[in-house]
């Protein structure tokens, strides 16, 4: 059992920028697709973006388009953590924001809102 604790979430001002963190349990995170999701607020839970590995060392990202050049998600193997960079904040990204693992590294699950593991979220609030 993954289990993951996210922390960072708060008030924001519009423009403004944020860093989810989420620490993860067990020993084979390096070899799990880590992402992120957002639930408004009477709105369904949405995809936010995924960091997969490609294989050796190498790890990519993938991004919804609704936050694609504003937020970035990374990772730190050898911290369990992967993160969230949110810049350019705006009343649409008001949202609890949810960690989530899939131990197959598949971003594909991710993308369809399948992953195997959640957080239990932390509230995002941007002020207009």
């Known amino acids: 059992q993954v289990q993951l604790v996210e922390s960072g979430g708060g008030l924001v001002q519009a423009g403004g920028s944020l860093r989810l963190s989420c620490a993860a349990s067990?020993?084979?995170?390096?070899?799990?697709?880590m992402g992120w999701f957002r639930q408004a607020p009477g709105k369904e839970r949405e995809f936010v973006a995924v960091?997969?590995?490609?294989?050796?060392?190498?790890?990519?990202?993938d991004h919804a388009d609704s936050v694609k050049g504003r937020f970035t998600i990374s990772r730190d193997n050898a911290k369990n953590t992967v993160y969230l960079q949110m810049n350019s904040l705006n009343s649409e990204d008001t949202a609890v924001y949810y960690c989530?693992?899939?131990?197959?590294?598949?971003?594909?699950?991710?993308?369809?809102?399948?992953?195997?593991?959640w957080g239990q979220g932390t509230q995002v609030t941007v002020s207009s």
């Open positions: 989530a693992a899939n131990r197959d590294n598949n971003r594909f699950s991710m993308w369809n809102g399948r992953p195997d593991y």
């Open positions: 960091s997969y590995w490609r294989g050796g060392s190498t790890y990519s990202g």
């Open positions: 067990g020993r084979t995170f390096s070899s799990y697709a």
